[in-house]
């Protein structure tokens, strides 16, 4: 598995189970207090199949990542949604500066491999 290969399967992983699960099958009140957004209920359901959209996009390159080839559209992609994410969970303050974080530490890797695609692609194990 590459250094790509494992943060992809990273972001898949929080994303979903903290994300898209939530906004996707939870009561809207249980949302709207876990996560301060105040949308209504199909708001919040379309922004949870956005990111389920988003997840299966980090699948394909995860899959990529895993037959060899790097997922250069899928990275520039995730940069983007992390980043963007990151800015507008910091710009709202308070209680958004962890979750900003994280965001910001995947975009900050994907950019990462993007410069430097061998040490991406390096085999850190196999998996049989």
Not at 2 to 15: C, E, F, H
Not at 74 to 92: D, K
Not at 107 to 115: E, F, M, S
Request: hydrophobic share 60%.
């Amino acid at each position: 598995m590459t250094l790509l290969a494992i943060v992809l399967s990273l972001k898949i992983a929080v994303t979903l189970i903290f994300v898209a699960i939530p906004l996707l099958l939870l009561p809207v009140e249980q949302v709207r207090r876990l996560t301060g957004l105040s949308g209504d209920l199909v708001l919040l359901r379309l922004y949870g199949v956005a990111i389920l959209a988003l997840l299966i996009g980090y699948g394909f390159g995860l899959s990529d990542a895993m037959g060899g080839w790097m997922p250069t559209g899928v990275m520039v992609m995730g940069i983007v949604s992390n980043g963007g994410a990151a800015f507008t969970l910091q710009s709202a303050g308070g209680r958004h500066a962890l979750p900003a974080l994280i965001f910001l530490g995947f975009a900050v890797a994907l950019a990462a491999g993007l410069i430097w695609p061998n040490l991406a692609m390096r085999q850190v194990f196999a998996l049989s």
